[in-house]
C-alpha cells in the first residue's frame, strides 16, 4: 500500500486545509519554521499516535485537527471482517478517485477526543447506507427481511451476504464518513473492518537525527526497534504470533469461566453480571528488546549522537541492500529530519544514495527535510516538494514537475535554488556530457555499464565516473538542470543516447551526428526495456512474491504495456480492460521504473547477448572513454 497524498487541517502552522501529494521518494524543502517537519510528525501522528494539545493551530476558528491520508497500490482482494477475501472496491471503501482515504480527527478540549474516519463513494440507499456496521446475525436478519435467498451463499461469512444484498437493492451512491474508531457502539461491525484494515497499512518510522538523543527520549526512533517493527510485520511471523495469541485466549479463558463456575455456587447473583473478555492485546514490538553494544557493553542509546547518528546512516545502507533480496516486506515509510545534520559530505552522499535505492524498492516510500544543497543537488526533479508562504501568507506547495502534465516546473526549481543557495560545483572536473530522454534511461546505463565492466574492463561504471555530467532532457534531477546551465557554451564532448520510438529522436541524432565533437546513438530496439529478456522480468517479480509469465520479449514490443498488463490480470482483482486511462498510466509508469532497475539487475552478459544488445550498448558507453 502506498500513501500518495495527505491533508492537513488545523494542525499547528497548517491552518487552511493543505494536500501535499507524495511519491515513492519525497524530498521536502523551505526556510525554518516553515511546516516541513510538520508535515512528517503529522504522518507520524496518523500512523503512531502522539498528538497534544499544543498541536491545534493557534489561529484555528474551531478545536478539531484533521489529519487526512490517501493510499493508492492497495491489494485487490483482502480480508476485513471474516475469513472470506473482499475487496476495498466491493465494500464501497474507496472514494471518488478510487483511493483509501482514511481520516483522524482530533477534538481538542479538557481531554483529546480521537475519531477515525474512510471517506468513501458508498451506497445510499437507507437499507445499504449502514450495512458494514452489521454484524453476521443482523446482517442476514435484513436479508430475511428482503426476501432476499442467500441458498448457496455462506452465511456464516459476512462479504458474500453483504454482496447479495446489494445486488439485490439498487442505490446511487455519495461521498459520506463512515466512522470507524473512536466512541462505537461494541456491536458496530466497522470496529472489526477497521482493526483489520489497519493490518495492511503501511509502517512509519520518522527518525528525528537533528535533536539531542537521549534514551527517554520517545520521539527519536532507535533504528534498531524499527528492525523489531518491520520482522513482526513479516507475514510469517504475524501468523505465527497470531497462533500465539490464540492459544492463550483459549487457555486462559477456560480458567476464567471455571472462576465463573466456582462464583456462582458462592453468589449467583454476582456471576451473571461478570464475563470474561481480552481487553488488551499484546504490543509485541513493546516485548522484544534490541540494542547495540560498543566493547564495553555501553548500549546504543548511551552514545554520542555522532556515533548514533553514523549507525542511522548504516542501518539505511544496510536496509537498502536487505531490500533487494527480502520476498514478504512490508509496506514501509522511513522518514527523516534533516539527516545531513552533523554529518560529513561523503556521508550525506552516502546516506542519501542509500536512501534513493531504498526508494526504488516495492513497498518502499522515503521521506526527508532538508536544507542542504549538496545532498538535494542529487535527487530527482519529481522528488522535490517546495514549501513557503505566499504573499497574502497562505501556506503553499509546489513540486519540481508538474502533477498534472509532468514537466518541469522550471519557477519552483529556480526557488529551491535560491533558498537553498544551490551551485554547480566547480572542481567538478567534467569531461563529457552524456544527454539522455529522462531518468529512467540512467538507472539502467548505469546498472549495464556495472555489468558490462564484467565482460570488458575498458567500459567503467558510470557510478564511478565523476568525470561524467548526465544531462536529462526533460530534466530529472536538480544537479542536472543546474550542471546543463553551468556547462552550456563550454564546448564539452557530448554523447546522446536516445530511444528509437519517436521520428524527432532519430532526426535530431542524424543532426548531432553532423556536429563537432559530438556523437548520438538512436536505440535498435524500441526502447532500452527492449533489450531485456523475460527470463530477467518474470525473476525480478518473483523476488516479491509475484509470479508471472510474459511473452518472449521482441524488439518491437511495448515493454512496460505488456508487463503492466499481465501484473493486472493476474492480480485476481480487475481486468487490464476495467481500469480507466489514468490507473492504466500509473501501473505503465510503475512497471517502467521496476524494469529499469530491478530487472535489469537480473540481466546478464548471455542473456543480453540473446537479446542482441551486447555490442550495440557496449558501443555506446565506450563512446564515454
Not at 73 to 98: C, I
Not at 195 to 203: E, R, V
Amino acid at each position: 500500500m502506498k500513501l500518495v497524498s495527505i491533508k492537513l487541517r488545523n494542525f499547528r502552522i497548517y491552518q487552511d486545509e493543505l494536500t501535499i501529494n507524495l511519491g515513492d521518494l519525497n524530498c521536502i524543502i523551505g526556510k525554518n519554521d516553515i511546516g516541513k517537519s510538520t508535515i512528517l510528525e503529522a504522518i507520524n501522528i496518523f500512523f503512531n499516535d502522539g498528538i497534544e494539545k499544543t498541536d491545534l493551530s493557534v489561529n484555528s476558528n474551531d478545536d478539531l485537527i484533521e489529519i487526512t491520508c490517501l493510499f493508492d497500490d492497495f491489494r485487490e482482494k483482502l480480508v476485513l471482517d471474516s475469513t472470506v477475501e473482499t475487496s476495498l472496491k466491493e465494500e464501497s471503501l474507496l472514494n471518488q478517485n478510487g483511493l483509501l482515504e482514511i481520516k483522524k480527527t482530533f477534538k481538542i478540549g479538557g481531554a483529546i477526543t480521537k475519531a477515525t474516519y474512510i471517506i468513501a463513494e458508498h451506497e445510499i440507499h437507507e437499507k445499504l447506507l449502514y450495512i458494514l456496521t452489521l454484524k453476521n446475525s443482523p446482517l442476514k436478519a435484513l436479508a430475511a427481511e428482503l426476501e432476499i435467498d442467500l441458498a448457496g451463499i455462506n452465511k456464516t461469512k459476512n462479504p458474500p451476504i453483504r454482496k447479495a444484498i446489494k445486488e439485490n437493492l439498487q442505490s446511487q451512491k455519495q461521498l459520506i464518513e463512515l466512522k470507524v474508531d473512536g466512541s462505537l457502539d461494541t456491536e458496530n461491525n466497522l470496529k472489526a473492518v477497521w482493526s483489520k484494515l489497519k493490518d495492511y497499512l503501511p509502517i512509519f518510522t520518522l527518525f528525528k537525527v537533528d535533536k539531542t538523543i537521549n534514551d527517554k527520549d520517545k520521539d527519536v526512533q532507535d533504528p534498531m526497534n524499527q528492525a523489531i517493527k518491520e520482522t513482526l510485520a513479516i507475514p510469517e511471523i504475524k501468523e505465527l504470533l497470531d497462533k500465539i495469541e490464540v492459544e492463550i485466549k483459549a487457555k486462559s479463558t477456560i480458567v476464567a469461566e471455571q472462576t465463573l463456575e466456582k462464583l456462582k455456587e458462592i453468589d449467583a447473583s454476582l456471576a451473571e453480571k461478570m464475563k470474561s473478555d481480552f481487553s488488551k492485546l499484546p504490543s509485541w514490538d513493546k516485548i522484544f528488546d534490541l540494542t547495540l553494544l560498543n566493547e564495553n557493553n555501553v548500549p546504543l542509546n548511551k552514545r554520542g549522537s555522532g556515533v548514533k547518528r553514523l549507525v542511522l546512516l548504516s542501518f539505511f545502507q544496510a536496509q537498502a541492500e536487505k531490500k533487494k533480496i527480502e520476498t514478504s516486506a512490508p509496506s514501509i515509510i522511513y522518514a527523516i529530519e534533516e539527516p545531513e545534520t552533523a554529518q560529513h559530505p561523503n556521508h550525506q552522499k552516502i546516506l542519501i544514495n542509500s536512501l534513493i535505492k531504498l526508494s526504488e524498492r516495492s513497498n518502499i516510500q522515503v521521506f526527508f527535510t532538508t536544507h542542504s544543497a549538496n545532498l538535494v543537488r542529487e535527487i530527482p526533479m519529481e522528488s522535490l516538494i517546495y514549501i513557503y508562504k505566499s504573499i497574502e501568507n497562505q501556506n503553499v506547495v509546489e513540486y519540481g514537475v508538474d502533477i498534472e502534465t509532468q514537466e518541469l516546473n522550471e519557477e519552483t526549481i529556480n526557488r529551491i535554488i535560491d533558498t537553498l543557495g544551490v551551485l554547480p560545483n566547480p572542481a567538478d572536473k567534467i569531461s563529457k556530457l552524456l544527454f539522455v530522454e529522462g531518468n529512467h534511461d540512467v538507472n539502467a546505463l548505469k546498472r549495464y555499464s556495472k555489468l558490462l565492466n564484467t565482460y570488458n574492463h575498458a567500459i567503467i561504471p558510470l557510478d564511478e565516473r565523476q568525470d561524467i555530467a548526465i544531462v536529462i532532457s526533460g530534466g530529472s534531477c536538480l544537479k542536472f538542470y543546474i550542471d546543463n546551465k553551468y556547462l552550456d557554451g563550454l564546448g564539452k564532448p557530448e554523447l546522446h543516447i536516445y530511444d528509437n520510438d519517436i521520428p524527432d529522436y532519430r532526426d535530431y541524432v542524424d543532426k548531432i551526428n553532423q556536429q563537432e565533437n559530438k556523437k548520438g546513438f538512436n536505440t535498435t530496439k524500441t526502447e532500452l526495456e527492449n533489450y531485456l529478456t523475460k527470463e530477467a522480468i518474470e525473476e525480478s517479480y518473483a523476488m516479491n512474491g509475484l509470479i508471472i509469465v510474459v511473452p518472449e520479449i521482441t524488439d518491437e514490443m511495448d515493454v512496460p504495456l505488456i508487463v503492466a498488463q499481465t501484473l493486472q490480470n493476474a492480480s485476481n482483482g480487475r481486468m487490464w480492460e476495467e481500469l480507466n486511462d489514468e490507473d492504466k498510466k500509473k501501473k505503465e509508469s510503475k512497471c517502467k521504473k521496476h524494469l529499469n532497475t530491478i530487472a535489469v539487475e537480473k540481466m546478464t552478459i548471455e542473456r543480453l547477448t540473446h537479446r542482441n544488445g551486447l555490442d550495440e550498448i557496449s558501443e555506446w558507453l565506450l563512446n564515454l572513454n
